[in-house]
């Protein structure tokens, strides 16, 4: 189920966004990584960062990367000369294909190592930002992700199942039908992950705290909401106190110590499908 609903959020004042309920009384850690790292690929792709969906060049550079090592085998294997330079030559293509987005790879592979270790040492995270462009100072598209279930700590595991599928799937809907992706970014641009955490968390490798952290307000962020059915009624019931969007979770920490940190693992976009006039 997903509803829109406007809310007044502490010091940003009247925001919409929509609700999408999970049928569950909590919502497990690896799900929220899950949910983060689903959407991001959907922004890469749909503002033309990326050649093809997430997914697929993963698995695109994971078999380059297969047939590159075999390749070496089978150059000292051969036993003839024209088997060797063929072997050679594809094994030069194979190299330009991994050198074309290895940086890129590398850095969304560091990016779900940091976020997994933030979910692993927080579950309890409520808020979650990825914002496209310049700097996270100076946006040009902002994806706003809020949860407010209780949290089931994931015990390190971060496997994907049928809920996984189901939420990410409704909130790519979500999205498209408020017009994300419509418009592109004029050439590679970057993405930055913030998520609100306590202020004692000590990830100085990954993360570094961002205390006074604020988005430029002239950017409309595109906001979702992920709440519990049992949640609902008490998101209802203080839809307009200041500090509805501090939602009730199972961690004990004080939310005046609440503060965003910014991912240190900045993504860099390809760039290099067709601009919308050109598919």
């Known amino acids: 189920m997903q509803r829109t609903q ?75 000369c024209s088997l060797r330079r063929t072997h050679a030559s594809r094994k030069r293509e194979v190299r330009m294909g991994i050198r074309r987005v290895d940086k890129l790879m590398n850095t969304i592979s560091s990016f779900k190592t940091a976020l997994q270790l ?18 996270p100072l100076r946006p040009i598209h902002v994806y706003e992700l809020n949860f407010s279930c209780d949290t089931a700590a994931s015990g390190g595991h971060f496997t994907r199942n049928r809920v996984v599928e189901s939420l990410s799937k409704k909130a790519i809907r979500v999205l498209i039908s408020k017009g994300a992706g419509s418009s592109s970014s004029a ?35 595109f906001k979702v909401w992920f709440s519990c059915r049992t949640k609902i009624f008490e998101k209802e019931a203080c839809a307009d106190d200041a500090h509805a969007a501090k939602a009730t979770t199972s961690h004990s920490s004080d939310v005046d110590d609440i503060i965003w940190f910014q991912c240190r693992h900045v993504i860099k976009g390809l760039a290099s499908r067709a601009s919308p006039t050109e598919e």
């Open 118 to 135: 933030m979910i692993t040492e927080f579950p309890a995270i409520q808020r979650a930002v990825l914002i496209l462009g310049p700097s």
């Open 187 to 221: 050439g590679p641009t970057k993405l930055f992950l913030l998520v609100q955490a306590p202020s004692s968390i000590n990830l100085h490798l990954h993360f570094l705290p961002k205390r006074d952290f604020r988005y430029n307000k002239k950017v409309m962020p």
């Open 6 to 80: 406007t809310m007044e959020k502490e010091g940003e004042g009247e925001t919409d966004f929509t609700v999408i309920e999970t049928a569950s009384d909590t919502l497990d850690s690896s799900l929220k990584f899950h949910l983060v790292t689903d959407i991001l690929g959907f922004v890469l792709f749909m503002h033309h960062q990326i050649p093809s969906l997430l997914q697929d060049l993963t698995l695109e550079f994971d078999e380059l990367n297969n047939e590159f090592a075999e390749l070496e085998t089978a150059i000292v294997q051969a036993e003839t």
